[in-house]
């Protein structure tokens, strides 16, 4: 049972676009989410998480929107660059419970020159 | 302050053979978590330790066991390995495993023939 789906395994866009990633989830217990970058060969990097009582934070290019009510969220990247180009794992964990993170299976991200 | 470190990065057995994975948390992190990523099925979580004690675990069978030392080092083994234990294995670290950022190592590759 796959508790948080990223239905795209590809995505591309052109450097300067906006790219979305989506991800989607079903446990409604899930009240803190993150988003992980992650290059070949590279374990995954953290890049912007929410929490639940937001629907929206921003960290410079990167922002991510929880919509709780459609249990969905996504992550902008403005302007994308080719250097953004990596595997993108959204994540989903409950509050107050030990380190037990759910990933998505991942979207990859191609930022074309 | 140096990185997650995990040996070996690569390895290859056969079926049937067991196999030990080491990781090395960031200095001062308590908190090792394990995670299996495979292409489909993303990251998928083993277990978590923390002052060598296993706190979470995932669903995964009892071929897969870990441990964790006084110094926070963690080893996760697995006995009698199926071909479809090939996988990249990953461990995180961070500091109670409550709440803040995972620290991912590069990984170990492990290929099963």
New interface residues.
Partial sequence: D?Q?K?NSPSLSVQEGRISILNCDYTNSMFD?F?W?KKYP??????LI?ISSIKDKNEDGRFTVFLNKSAKHLSLHIVPSQPGDSAVY?C?ARI????????????TKLQVIP | KAGVTQTPRYLIKTRGQQVTLSCSPISGHRSVSWYQQTPGQGLQFLFEYFSETQRNKGNFPGRFSGRQFSNSRSEMNVSTLELGDSALYLCASSLDGVGETQYFGPGTRLLVL
């Fill in positions: 796959q948080v990223q803190y993150l992980y060969a590279e374990g995954p990097t953290f998480s794992f994540a509050s107050g419970g030990y380190q037990k993170v759910t990933f998505g299976t991942g």
